[in-house]
């Protein structure tokens, strides 16, 4: 089965704070998606959207602005002391500093300083060295570092996601003395940063400065300081080559604590904010439907509910759509869809339709639509669906589903014959479990589907 995953790249962590990462599939992925967004937007042949009026009032309208509600005790509203991403992208393309955190289950803190390795200089090497361990990294995708033919320190350690993937080190030829200097140090980070530096004339091997490979998949792949760091660069629009160091107390040299990073930041006015976890991950696993998501019909509701689990996601500000291919008709293909259209057409309903042409009422599968939030990274999700069947599907695949949010769109004159079919034959909701902007409301207590 086909699959494509469409992953919004601004992370907003629903829990701890607001500074979040999340695995960046690509510069493309992203680019995909705001297509599909747009292509959706523009539904009719003449771009108009389709005039919606609704009709019943069985429908309960769609709540989506609790995502971003100041109430007290709303998961996803940002904790005091940390930062939304746009200040820290903000930062880092005015060439400043950004203070990542990552702090383990058990409360185990580990700070970095992180900057776009462009934007190096002897006075920002300099802070990073007095308040950083002296260790300066810069974090590279493995393109650049084939291009430097820079291997890794360990290359038998390269599986193990639990240890940052240190290549050799490096100094510059060009513009340093013994290397070890800010000055050297930031003209190293600099050559690491160019495109055009070149092995072997550009490089002396060993040096002082780190390169460290980074993961791809960003922060969702590996929960680290170099994914955390180059994925912020990219956020920001930089080369993907980040600068790094790990923050230390200037007093003692222990690893800074949780306070003292927050101090740091403070005193500094920088940024500050943690890395993610996936944990309760809005996602959406959408299934294809070529004449909703695409053409734009009204006959069903697919594409508005493309659509309104993207916006839902932009505004939460992280999230997985997994678009599943083959499941045309619940399942049962796209030619097969068109007869049962037919079928439709003369009196049946959407479920005696697949009924009629020997198929079951609903054909899908939801494995690899569970296997794929997990492999990039998911670990609990709120399942953005009205549809029971698949809120116990995309269970048992190493992934807890912590709540579902209902993707309600408008009930038209043409879909609303469907959509009650679905209600009435499929047990599709067309309610929120729990109204409002309470807390509750993005983690409902959701009871075994055959309950509802
Ligand atoms: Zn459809």
Redesign the pocket.
């Given at each position: 089965m086909d699959c494509i995953v469409f992953q919004h790249s601004f992370f907003l962590k629903p829990s701890k704070t607001s500074l979040n990462l999340t695995h960046q599939l690509g510069s493309t992925s992203r680019i995909r998606a705001w297509k599909l967004v747009t292509c959706c937007g523009n539904r009719n042949v003449n771009g108009s959207l389709p005039p919606f009026g609704t009709l019943e009032t069985e429908i309960t309208n769609e709540i989506i602005d609790f995502f971003v509600s100041d109430a007290e005790g709303d998961p996803d509203r940002p904790s005091p002391g940390y930062s939304p991403i746009e200040q820290a992208i903000t930062a880092l393309r005015q060439q400043k500093f950004v203070v990542v955190v990552d702090e383990d289950e058990i409360g185990n803190v580990e700070g970095s300083l992180v900057m776009g390795a462009c934007h190096a200089s002897e006075k920002r090497i300099g802070f990073m060295v007095r308040h950083g361990s002296g260790i300066v990294s810069v974090g590279m995708k493995g393109e650049d570092l084939e291009r430097l033919k820079l291997p890794l320190m360990s290359p038998e350690n390269e599986d193990d996601s639990s240890a940052p993937s240190f290549t050799i080190t490096v100094d510059a030829k060009v513009g340093t003395s013994t290397g070890v200097s800010a000055s050297d140090r930031a003209n190293t980070v600099l050559a690491l940063a160019s495109p055009k530096s070149r092995p072997p004339e550009d490089f002396k091997r060993p040096g002082h400065v780190f390169p460290l490979k980074y993961r791809n998949g960003g922060v969702l792949h590996r929960v680290g300081h170099t994914e955390a760091s180059v994925d912020l660069v990219t956020l920001a629009g930089l080369r993907p080559v980040s600068v790094l160091t790990s923050v230390v107390d200037i007093e003692d040299g222990s690893l800074a604590s949780l306070a003292y990073l927050k101090k740091l930041a403070s005193d500094h006015s920088l940024p500050i904010g943690d890395i993610g976890n996936g944990q309760d991950v809005l996602v959406r696993v959408h299934s294809e439907?070529l004449?909703?998501d695409i053409f734009g019909?009204r006959?069903?509701?697919?594409?508005n509910q493309l659509d309104l689990a993207m916006q839902i996601i932009e505004q939460a500000g992280r999230g997985v759509v997994v678009y599943l291919r083959g499941h045309e008709g619940r399942g049962i293909g796209l030619s097969h869809k068109l007869r049962a259209y037919n079928l439709q057409d003369e009196g049946h309903d959407t479920v005696e339709a697949n009924l009629e042409l020997g198929f079951a009422a609903d054909a899908r599968e939801y494995g690899i639509g569970a296997q794929i939030p997990h492999d990039i990274g998911v670990h609990t999700m709120r399942l953005m669906t009205n549809n029971p069947a698949k809120f116990a599907g995309l269970k048992g695949y190493g992934l807890a589903v912590v709540g579902r949010v209902p993707v309600l769109t408008p009930i038209t004159e043409d879909n609303k014959r469907y959509l009650e079919t679905k209600r009435v034959k499929m047990g599709h909701i067309y309610g929120s479990d729990i109204q409002g902007t309470s807390p509750h409301f993005i983690k409902p207590t959701i009871k075994e589907s055959n309950q509802v």
């Amino acid at each position: 089965m086909d699959c494509i995953v469409f992953q919004h790249s601004f992370f907003l962590k629903p829990s701890k704070t607001s500074l979040n990462l999340t695995h960046q599939l690509g510069s493309t992925s992203r680019i995909r998606a705001w297509k599909l967004v747009t292509c959706c937007g523009n539904r009719n042949v003449n771009g108009s959207l389709p005039p919606f009026g609704t009709l019943e009032t069985e429908i309960t309208n769609e709540i989506i602005d609790f995502f971003v509600s100041d109430a007290e005790g709303d998961p996803d509203r940002p904790s005091p002391g940390y930062s939304p991403i746009e200040q820290a992208i903000t930062a880092l393309r005015q060439q400043k500093f950004v203070v990542v955190v990552d702090e383990d289950e058990i409360g185990n803190v580990e700070g970095s300083l992180v900057m776009g390795a462009c934007h190096a200089s002897e006075k920002r090497i300099g802070f990073m060295v007095r308040h950083g361990s002296g260790i300066v990294s810069v974090g590279m995708k493995g393109e650049d570092l084939e291009r430097l033919k820079l291997p890794l320190m360990s290359p038998e350690n390269e599986d193990d996601s639990s240890a940052p993937s240190f290549t050799i080190t490096v100094d510059a030829k060009v513009g340093t003395s013994t290397g070890v200097s800010a000055s050297d140090r930031a003209n190293t980070v600099l050559a690491l940063a160019s495109p055009k530096s070149r092995p072997p004339e550009d490089f002396k091997r060993p040096g002082h400065v780190f390169p460290l490979k980074y993961r791809n998949g960003g922060v969702l792949h590996r929960v680290g300081h170099t994914e955390a760091s180059v994925d912020l660069v990219t956020l920001a629009g930089l080369r993907p080559v980040s600068v790094l160091t790990s923050v230390v107390d200037i007093e003692d040299g222990s690893l800074a604590s949780l306070a003292y990073l927050k101090k740091l930041a403070s005193d500094h006015s920088l940024p500050i904010g943690d890395i993610g976890n996936g944990q309760d991950v809005l996602v959406r696993v959408h299934s294809e439907c070529l004449t909703g998501d695409i053409f734009g019909t009204r006959r069903c509701d697919c594409g508005n509910q493309l659509d309104l689990a993207m916006q839902i996601i932009e505004q939460a500000g992280r999230g997985v759509v997994v678009y599943l291919r083959g499941h045309e008709g619940r399942g049962i293909g796209l030619s097969h869809k068109l007869r049962a259209y037919n079928l439709q057409d003369e009196g049946h309903d959407t479920v005696e339709a697949n009924l009629e042409l020997g198929f079951a009422a609903d054909a899908r599968e939801y494995g690899i639509g569970a296997q794929i939030p997990h492999d990039i990274g998911v670990h609990t999700m709120r399942l953005m669906t009205n549809n029971p069947a698949k809120f116990a599907g995309l269970k048992g695949y190493g992934l807890a589903v912590v709540g579902r949010v209902p993707v309600l769109t408008p009930i038209t004159e043409d879909n609303k014959r469907y959509l009650e079919t679905k209600r009435v034959k499929m047990g599709h909701i067309y309610g929120s479990d729990i109204q409002g902007t309470s807390p509750h409301f993005i983690k409902p207590t959701i009871k075994e589907s055959n309950q509802v």
